[in-house]
């Protein structure tokens, strides 16, 4: 018998439940050891609890390295999941594999007292969640009708006396300047963090800055510098290449055209002449980048625009999407799947590497 330990933290959620991953695994450890099981294996996540199953890595892997007689163990129920279909997904594959489900610390004399305690619980657990995003969704919409700003304010900015404009930070704006400076001297990310906080630069926390806060500053467009709550502080020039970038990353979010063009004109960005982006213009960078088809379909991924203006197969993407479910059946993580993709040199539409949620709609998908 083998204790699977799946822990979960959930980024809105973490700070109102008051306990961690190593506060989780301390518990389930404890209960592991109670039960006299000293084989175990650990997996996480830092997910909501309402995403499905395999769009969590830890949890999928966790299911996936389930035996007869194995037992999944959390700390908490709702460290496993608030959504009853979930919940009911997971139930199923605990079933088919013989595993039971354990939450440290409650005691169960009956098997039939479980499932009935576990559906209550759960049903419960929504519930609590729903009443979570209610009053988030009450607070934001008080706050918004104050005219106060929401949502988080970006690196090297900050809010303006009137509590609803964004403004340049000059500190933020100086480590920005400092670090794309270093950059372009072709130096390594871990160098530039280390120079920066060399000399005397500190993150917001006031902890030294990681490479991936510098490489999210090497990245900072040049036109991020002044913004309004929904809307630009007025008309900014930008290269057609950041533009195009801009345009083709949200369309790969399955954006709608028209939702790309009101979203680029948010930001400031103009056409040749000047004036406010169209559809039309927004269509043609993608039509050029191959993402549409000339009535703007969408070209789901594993296909192109043929010659004659039809969808035909991609070859090179259908091979990819091939490997990808080859190597999900060879019972390799998503992870592992991620790492082996972008680690042989494969690229995404916008020439980036692949992120996880991309890989996961790549197993959804049926090869012709």
């Not at 439940?17 to 592991?32: H, I, N, P, S």
């Not at 809010?159 to 130096?187: F, G, M, R, T, Y």
């Not at 991020?224 to 970038?245: E, M, V, W």
Request: net charge positive.
């Amino acid at each position: 018998m083998r204790a699977i330990i799946y822990l979960r933290v959930s980024t809105h959620a973490q700070k109102e439940l008051g306990f961690g991953l190593q506060a989780q695994r301390k518990m389930c450890e404890l209960e592991a050891k109670i039960r006299g099981i000293t084989k175990k294996l650990i997996f996480s996540d830092a997910i909501s609890g309402g995403m499905e199953v395999w769009i969590r890595p830890g949890l999928s892997d966790a299911l996936l390295a389930l035996k007869k007689g194995d037992v999944l163990m959390v700390s908490h129920r709702d460290r496993l999941a608030r959504n009853i279909q979930v919940i009911a997904d997971i139930m199923r594959i605990l079933r088919n594999t013989k595993a039971t489900l354990v939450v440290a610390g409650e005691q169960r004399s009956e098997q039939k007292s479980l499932l009935l305690e576990t559906t209550l619980a759960d049903v419960l657990a929504q519930h609590e969640q729903k009443i979570i995003q209610t009053r988030t969704r009450n607070a934001l919409q008080v706050m918004k009708s104050q005219n106060r700003r929401i949502g988080n304010v970006p690196f090297g900015l900050q809010v303006a006396a009137d509590k609803k404009h964004l403004e340049p930070s000059n500190i933020e704006q100086e480590i920005i300047q400092q670090a794309q400076k270093l950059s372009s001297l072709k130096l390594p990310l871990a160098a530039i963090a280390k120079e920066i906080n060399e000399r005397g630069f500190v993150s917001r926390t006031g902890t030294p800055f990681k490479t991936i806060q510098v490489k999210r500053m090497i990245q900072l467009p040049t036109w991020q510098a002044k913004a309004d709550i929904g809307q630009s502080s007025g008309k900014i020039s930008t290269a057609p290449r950041d533009l195009n970038r801009f345009v083709i990353s949200l369309r790969l979010k399955e954006y709608s055209i028209g939702a790309i063009a009101r979203e680029a004109n948010k930001q400031g960005f103009t056409s040749k002449k000047g004036t406010a982006l169209r559809n039309t213009q927004i269509s043609r960078i993608l039509q050029k980048a191959h993402l549409v088809m000339p009535n703007n379909r969408f070209v789901p991924y594993g296909f192109k625009i043929s010659s004659s203006g039809q969808l035909a197969e991609c070859p090179q993407e259908q091979a990819l999407i091939l490997l990808v479910q080859t190597l999900r059946n060879q019972n390799y993580s998503l992870d592992d799947i991620l790492q082996h993709v972008n680690h042989h040199g494969h690229t995404s539409r916008a020439g980036k590497p692949f992120h996880i949620t991309q890989i996961v709609r790549m197993l959804d998908k049926q090869l012709v």
